[in-house]
């Protein structure tokens, strides 16, 4: 199994903060990989699919990078609407998708 | 409006059987595949399987094969998660997503709402 590890597990920042996170996967993935961001009590929503293409609506504050193994996805300036939970997934073992444990971005 | 609406809370004692379901309109309901997520309280989401509702392909997580069943009923757009003895473990948050596929790449671009399902004596 691809196993996704997400750094770091929380963090705090500020609004207009730039924001980093990152995701490894232990094995390659080339770029098959997902962005989500869930609020509490609210179902998960696309940001980033394949590594760094911005899923439609998405505002462009957000981006992703990365191929391989190493991903980023980052949050240029950090809104108040953006303090939520994010999730990396692979989808490179077919229809067997894995999900990156979280990183909750709370306010500092 | 592209949407997955899922059916409503439930609560059900350990060893009963259930049924949840997600039904989905504005597409075309047999072109998509449509996977499961987990989520248990205050954890993270985890990857349960999917479905292709046209021919009803369904592939396991190993980590949930024999513990779910998933099944697709194409005539009325709708999806189906099911237990046959549930257990408190099962207590969690379940979602249903839309794959969709771009440049061939997939991701979960539509999402249900969420059915919780609680498990106890």
């Known amino acids: 199994d691809i196993q996704m590890t997400q750094s770091p597990s929380s963090l705090s920042a500020s609004v207009g903060d730039r924001v980093t996170i990152t995701c490894r996967a232990s094995?390659?993935?080339?770029?098959?990989l997902n962005w989500f961001q869930q609020k509490p009590g609210k179902a998960p929503k696309l940001l980033i699919y394949?590594?760094?293409s911005l899923q439609s609506g998405v505002p462009s504050r957000f981006s992703g990078s990365g191929s391989g193994t190493d991903f980023t996805l980052t949050i240029s300036s950090l809104q108040p609407e953006d303090f939520a939970t994010y999730y990396c997934?692979?989808?490179?073992?077919?229809?067997?998708?894995?999900f990156g444990q979280g990183t909750k971005v709370e306010i500092k | 409006e592209v949407q997955l609406v899922q059916s409503g809370a439930e609560v059900k004692k350990p060893g009963e059987s259930l049924k949840i379901s997600c039904k989905g309109s504005?597409?075309?309901?047999?072109?998509?595949?449509i996977g499961w997520v987990r989520q248990m309280p205050g954890k993270g989401l985890e990857w349960m399987g999917v479905?292709?509702?046209?021919?009803?392909?369904?592939r396991y997580n190993p980590s949930f094969q024999g513990q779910v069943s998933i099944s697709a009923d194409k005539s009325i757009s709708t999806a189906h998660l099911q237990w046959n003895t549930l257990k408190a473990s099962d207590t969690a948050m379940y979602y249903c997503?839309?794959?969709?596929?771009?440049?061939?790449?997939?991701?979960?671009?539509?999402w249900g709402q969420g059915t919780t399902v609680t498990v106890s004596s």
């Open positions: 997503a839309r794959l969709q596929a771009m440049e061939g790449y997939y991701s979960m671009d539509v």
């Open positions: 504005g597409y075309s309901f047999t072109n998509y595949w």
């Open positions: 479905i292709h509702p046209d021919d009803s392909d369904t």
């Open positions: 094995q390659r993935i080339f770029k098959y």
């Open positions: 394949a590594a760094s």
């Open positions: 997934q692979q989808t490179y073992t077919t229809l067997l998708y894995t």
